[in-house]
């Protein structure tokens, strides 16, 4: 079965510090990894997927198959990065998303 | 920029009560997803639809549930018989070029 973990329900991270928020998942096919993010009282809005290898709002991730891992990075963070992240996962071929329980990542002023 | 819509925001029901939750998918887009997140877990996938078909439900997808795309627009997710354990905040999804885009939720408290 298809699974994402992110350890961390809550991080903090001061202004102008890097940030990265973990995901590891478990599966034995080809998965396409997601990173998806809400704002206070907005819905879930894609960030990044590892196949575009893009950088969106200076968030990069990394597909790590060796370590099962889709960590998200950024490397100083700003006020606005003040949101919940999911990571989520979705096999070639399938089409249901699987997420992680999601990190709450506060950035302190 | 085109956007998913869900209405109401938020629902309140009696339990035994059936509730219709509505979606409004993007346009020209042919896949559709309900998903839900009971307070304080994960969002979990609870079916998909695809040319007025279901193409994968979960097992939480059972008979008191149902999809339909009634009129080319909406996608609707039935609850005929609702349970406290419905409570939860339910999120459509529509799909292009493998993304899927999601609306703002429905709150679902069943009393």
């Known amino acids: 079965a298809q699974r994402v973990t992110q350890p961390e329900k809550l991080l903090s991270v001061f202004k102008g510090a890097p940030v990265e928020l973990k995901c590891n998942y478990s599966?034995?096919?080809?998965?396409?990894l997601f990173w998806y993010v809400q704002y206070s009282r907005q819905r879930l809005q894609l960030l990044l997927r590892?196949?575009s290898r893009e950088s969106i709002k200076g968030f990069t991730a990394d597909l790590n198959k060796g370590e099962t891992s889709f960590h998200l990075k950024k490397p100083f963070a700003q006020e606005e990065d003040s949101a919940m992240y999911y990571c989520?996962?979705?096999?070639?071929?399938?089409?249901?998303?699987?997420f992680g329980t999601g990190t709450r990542l506060t950035i302190i002023p | 920029e085109p956007e998913v819509t869900q209405t109401p925001s938020h629902q309140v029901t009696q339990m035994g009560q059936e509730v219709i939750l509505r979606c409004v998918p993007i346009?020209?887009?042919?896949?559709f997803y309900w998903y839900r997140q009971i307070l304080g877990q994960k969002v979990e996938f609870l079916v998909s639809?695809?040319?007025?078909?279901?193409?994968?439900k979960s097992e939480i997808f059972d008979d008191q549930f149902s999809v339909e795309r009634p009129d080319g627009s909406n996608f609707t997710l039935k609850i005929r018989s609702t349970k406290l354990e419905d409570s939860a905040m339910y999120f459509c999804?529509?799909?292009?070029?493998?993304?899927?885009?999601f609306g703002p939720g429905t709150r679902l408290t069943v009393l």
């Open positions: 989520a996962l979705r096999n070639f071929g399938n089409e249901k998303l699987t």
């Open positions: 599966y034995s096919g080809s998965p396409e």
């Open positions: 590892h196949i």
């Open positions: 346009s020209n887009h042919l896949y």
């Open positions: 639809f695809y040319n007025n078909e279901i193409s994968e």
């Open positions: 999804a529509s799909m292009a070029e493998r993304t899927q885009y």
